[in-house]
């Protein structure tokens, strides 16, 4: 299925079969393609970068079809990384898998701040989630893996 390159997001970078690899949505899926391009929210004069899925309903493009900026689609791998390593090397100390304590995991240092990252326990069901968030996380791990090993090896051919 072609994506739509008559829309504000103008694509510049595609994948068209992402229906076929979404991972456990693998062709059941409504997220039919990826896109880098420029982004919707463009003024004159000002150029972003950002990433987009693109979803059809099996009738028209989705309303749901997501844009982000690239910055933040990095930023989203980073706290998806930070978490796969909090709960691969510190989750198991403690009974409900955080410190309640001292519930910010980490502080990662960007652009002269830091991002936080942090059990969210404002979660009136935080213990519950925390571990069915942990199993699942453990349940994908294959799926992931490969995912985050081809990210380390083009990251690395980069020079990151």
């Known amino acids: 299925m072609k994506i739509p390159t008559t829309l ?4 510049v970078i595609i ?13 059941h899926t409504d997220a039919k393609g990826l ?9 004159r004069g000002k150029v972003e970068i950002s990433a987009k899925v693109w979803r059809y309903t099996g009738e028209k493009w989705s309303r749901q079809s997501e844009e982000l900026p690239l910055h933040r689609v990095l930023d989203l791998a980073i706290l998806v990384a930070r978490s796969m ?24 240092g960007l652009q002269g701040d830091a991002m ?12 519950q989630d925390i571990k069915l ?14 995912r985050l090993r081809t990210l380390s090896r083009i990251l690395k051919e980069l020079g990151y």
Request: glycine fraction near 4%; charged fraction near 35%; proline fraction near 4%.
């Open 8 to 11: 504000k997001h103008k694509p």
């Open 15 to 27: 994948s068209e079969n992402y229906e076929q690899v979404d991972g456990r949505y693998a062709e």
């Open 35 to 43: 896109s880098l391009g420029l982004a919707q929210w463009n003024d």
């Open 85 to 108: 390593q909090h709960f691969r090397e510190d989750s198991y100390r403690y009974e409900n898998l955080y410190d309640p304590e001292q519930p910010v995991i980490d502080r990662i």
């Open 116 to 127: 936080t990252v942090s059990v969210c326990t404002d979660n009136e069901k935080i213990n």
């Open 133 to 146: 968030f942990s199993q699942a996380l453990s349940d994908d791990d294959e799926l992931n893996g490969e």
